[in-house]
């Protein structure tokens, strides 16, 4: 009998040690990690199952036992809600606290850039800008604005194929506040601005209609507003600077836009002479009569709705103040021209 006690006395040992040593082997793996300040970052893939994670997780040295951790999924009802994303934290965090980080979808925010493209930016003037600043090639993107087939789908039969248009996507990239992601390329940055102008089109009551109605095409219609926006600077004369540009082509007279001059030459001047406004170019419009073969620039929106709504009058002609104001003189006759360009002369004294 003494030796049967004995014999269930070391059994009974035995099973307690095991026991002790499995809950203190589960217990163990429980626990976290060592602490470290080391940043520690992680992708869980969009599908990726417990199993899965639980290996990363170890893999990463952020967990101790990937089969523990998966056994404390399951007693907790926890790993269905887990987050796909980029991860980044520290060793040391417990069980509860990773998977509150994956519930949440705790991914580190990814680094952005932001730039503004002002109203009335040239193409030239955009590549620039955003070269200056760290954000693009200047030429590659230059060279890709001078692409029709890199526009927003929806726009790409819109751009004529015509070889005197001096930049394919001048007056499709909107000017606006852009924030995007690090790293965005040219091609997706002209993308995300022809989608923009698009954006913005649909953001004005009936504009295909109104357009129509003129008898216009898009580019034929941002054409108009590119003038409009580099004629006006005070927004209350944009309609009707935009009505007296709608007069001179309906009546067949040359537009005669200093504007249009400047972009036709290499480098834009402070100063036109009477010797620039002979400059060879279709988008002389002191030379050619109509419309110049695209837009001047990347027109507002200000402008876009000014060019669909013009404002109705007998004007023919302006002339900016030489005040300050950067406001005009309008005139129905050329004779009343002449006299405004003296008053703006005077003026300036």
Same mark, same amino acid.
């Given at each position: ?64 036992? $990937? ?120 091609? $997706? ?19 295909? $209609? ?140």
């Amino acid at each position: 009998m003494k030796t049967v006690m004995k014999i269930f006395g070391i059994i009974l040992l035995f099973i307690v040690l095991a026991v002790g040593g499995v809950a203190w082997y589960i217990w163990s793996g429980l626990q976290p990690v060592k602490k470290s300040d080391e940043v520690v970052q992680f992708t869980i893939e969009q599908g990726m199952g417990t199993t899965q994670i639980a290996s990363l997780l170890h893999e990463k040295a952020l967990i101790k036992n $990937e089969l523990i951790f998966i056994g404390y999924l399951k007693w907790k009802d926890q790993g269905s809600r887990f987050q796909a994303g980029n991860y980044a934290t520290t060793p040391g965090k417990s069980n509860d606290e990773i998977i509150a980080m994956l519930n949440n979808g705790d991914v580190v925010k990814e680094e952005m850039i932001r730039f503004t493209i002002p109203e009335g930016y040239t193409v030239v003037q955009i590549a620039d800008k955003l070269d200056k600043e760290g954000f693009v090639d200047g030429a590659t993107f230059l060279k890709l604005a001078n692409q029709s087939s890199q526009a927003n789908e929806t726009l790409l039969g819109v751009i004529p194929k015509n070889a005197e248009i001096k930049h394919a996507l001048e007056g499709y990239l909107f000017p606006e506040t852009y924030e995007l992601k690090k790293g965005i390329t040219e091609a $997706e940055i002209i993308k995300t601005m022809t989608s923009q102008l698009e954006q913005k089109l649909n953001s004005i009551d009936n504009w295909e $209609e109104k357009m129509k109605q003129r008898g216009l095409t898009l580019h034929e219609l941002l054409t108009i507003s590119s003038l409009v926006e580099r004629e006006v600077v005070v927004d209350t004369e944009r309609r009707l600077v935009a009505g007296i540009i709608y007069n001179r082509l309906n009546k067949g007279q040359k537009l005669e836009i200093d504007a249009t001059v400047q972009y036709s030459l290499d480098k834009p001047k402070e100063r036109l002479f009477y010797k620039d406004l002979e400059v060879e170019s279709p988008y002389n419009t002191y030379l050619k009569k109509g419309l110049p073969p695209g837009p001047i620039c990347n027109p507002s929106l200000a402008s876009i709705k000014a060019a669909l709504d013009p404002q109705p009058s007998d004007y023919f002609f302006y002339v900016t103040k030489k005040d300050g104001t950067q406001t005009h003189l309008f005139a129905k006759t050329y004779k009343e021209h002449l006299v405004n360009i003296e008053k703006s002369k005077s003026m300036s004294k």
